[in-house]
């Protein structure tokens, strides 16, 4: 690839476009102003570009950048960005592959030759939301995880056509926003950080299916047992600290009775039909009455921000220039 038509390395001073001022649009947003991007955030919501502007504003002042607020700004329509100097999309739309694929194929038209083309997707494969296009070389995931301006990792997908050096400048250009980037060389349904969660939470819901623990048991087991580990290693470093032969040997054990059910657990499946789908409808496996549900999102919010402090001494520094 002609390098004048890579990813700038760093976000400072560049103009980045988010689609869609969603809850993610708006953290994805945050994610950039942080970095010293200046954004233009599209969505056709008026509502929405509102209250965008009040959620960048918050996730901003505790950092101290408060002022990088004004760099984010919102367009009703695509027709109203300036696009002569953006380098970099990120789609936050609706989880429906029509209308992504609609949104590149615009992309394509509307965008420079050196822009590059990201989907914040969890569920559709890049190469399927690029299918026909003639640019998929500068088309990748980008997945971030809600708050994403709270959550450091951010999924770097590889399509069958994307360009390694434009994947790795994006690697760069996400550590100058704060973000901890990884590679995903292989477009597979979940990319890494959704398939490592689900295979935990099969299990869980089949334990819970099974009555051999509640469903708050299974929260304080991961959050209190070995998930609060994590805090400091991963599974795979966690192993090198145990020993690899002891996680050998309960693996042998343990493996042949792990779940291996190819739908949801039924105690998933029977809230879903019931209408309980947690904080949005106002009950899951728990009540969420308003009141309880601010409270609660005010407790995690602030021990994610927590758990910022912790490991900021291993997270990518913040330009403040």
Same mark, same amino acid.
């Given at each position: 690839?002609?390098?004048?038509?890579?990813?700038?390395?760093?976000?400072?001073?560049?103009?980045?476009?988010?689609?869609?001022?969603?809850?993610?649009?708006?953290?994805?947003?945050?994610?950039?102003?942080?970095?010293?991007?200046?954004?233009?955030?599209?969505?056709?919501?008026?509502?929405?570009?509102?209250?965008?502007?009040?959620?960048?504003?918050?996730?901003?002042?505790?950092?101290?950048?408060?002022?990088?607020?004004?760099?984010?700004?919102?367009?009703?329509?695509?027709?109203?960005? +300036?696009?002569?100097?953006?380098?970099?999309?990120?789609?936050?739309?609706?989880?429906?592959?029509?209308?992504?694929?609609?949104?590149?194929?615009?992309?394509?038209?509307?965008?420079?030759?050196?822009?590059?083309?990201?989907?914040?997707?969890?569920?559709?494969?890049?190469?399927?939301?690029?299918?026909?296009?003639?640019?998929?070389?500068?088309?990748?995931?980008?997945?971030?995880?809600?708050?994403?301006?709270?959550?450091?990792?951010?999924?770097?997908?590889?399509?069958?056509?994307? +360009?390694?050096?434009?994947?790795?400048?994006?690697?760069?250009?996400?550590?100058?926003?704060?973000?901890?980037?990884?590679?995903?060389?292989?477009?597979?349904?979940?990319?890494?950080?959704?398939?490592?969660?689900?295979?935990?939470?099969?299990?869980?819901?089949?334990?819970?299916?099974?009555?051999?623990?509640?469903?708050?048991?299974?929260?304080?087991?991961?959050?209190?047992?070995?998930?609060?580990?994590?805090?400091?290693?991963?599974?795979?470093?966690?192993?090198?600290?145990?020993?690899?032969?002891?996680?050998?040997?309960?693996?042998?054990?343990?493996?042949?009775? /792990?779940?291996?059910?190819?739908?949801?657990?039924?105690?998933?499946?029977?809230?879903?039909?019931?209408?309980?789908?947690?904080?949005?409808?106002?009950?899951?496996?728990?009540?969420?009455?308003?009141?309880?549900?601010?409270?609660?999102?005010?407790?995690?919010?602030?021990?994610?921000?927590?758990?910022?402090?912790?490991?900021?001494?291993? /997270?990518?520094?913040?330009?403040?220039?």
């Amino acid at each position: 690839m002609n390098t004048d038509l890579l990813l700038p390395a760093h976000p400072r001073h560049t103009h980045a476009v988010v689609v869609g001022a969603g809850t993610m649009g708006a953290d994805v947003a945050t994610v950039l102003a942080r970095g010293g991007c200046r954004v233009t955030v599209s969505d056709p919501n008026p509502a929405q570009r509102q209250a965008m502007a009040q959620r960048v504003l918050q996730g901003l002042q505790p950092l101290g950048l408060a002022q990088r607020a004004e760099r984010v700004q919102a367009v009703a329509s695509l027709q109203e960005v +300036d696009w002569h100097d953006v380098v970099l999309v990120i789609e936050c739309i609706p989880e429906k592959l029509d209308l992504k694929q609609a949104l590149f194929a615009e992309l394509v038209q509307r965008a420079p030759a050196h822009t590059v083309l990201t989907s914040n997707s969890s569920s559709f494969p890049i190469s399927a939301i690029a299918a026909g296009l003639p640019t998929a070389e500068r088309m990748l995931g980008l997945h971030f995880f809600m708050p994403a301006h709270l959550v450091p990792l951010v999924e770097v997908v590889h399509g069958p056509a994307t +360009d390694e050096a434009q994947a790795s400048r994006l690697c760069q250009f996400m550590r100058g926003c704060g973000s901890v980037p990884v590679r995903v060389r292989k477009d597979k349904p979940g990319f890494l950080a959704n398939r490592l969660q689900h295979a935990l939470a099969r299990e869980a819901f089949a334990m819970i299916d099974e009555g051999v623990a509640t469903p708050e048991d299974v929260d304080a087991a991961v959050r209190f047992g070995f998930g609060f580990r994590y805090l400091a290693a991963g599974p795979v470093l966690q192993r090198d600290h145990a020993g690899l032969d002891v996680h050998c040997a309960a693996a042998a054990t343990m493996y042949p009775s /792990l779940a291996a059910n190819t739908e949801p657990a039924q105690v998933l499946r029977e809230q879903v039909a019931a209408g309980r789908l947690g904080m949005k409808t106002g009950a899951g496996f728990f009540e969420w009455p308003e009141e309880r549900r601010l409270a609660e999102r005010q407790r995690y919010d602030a021990l994610l921000q927590q758990g910022l402090a912790l490991l900021a001494s291993e /997270l990518p520094p913040i330009d403040r220039d």
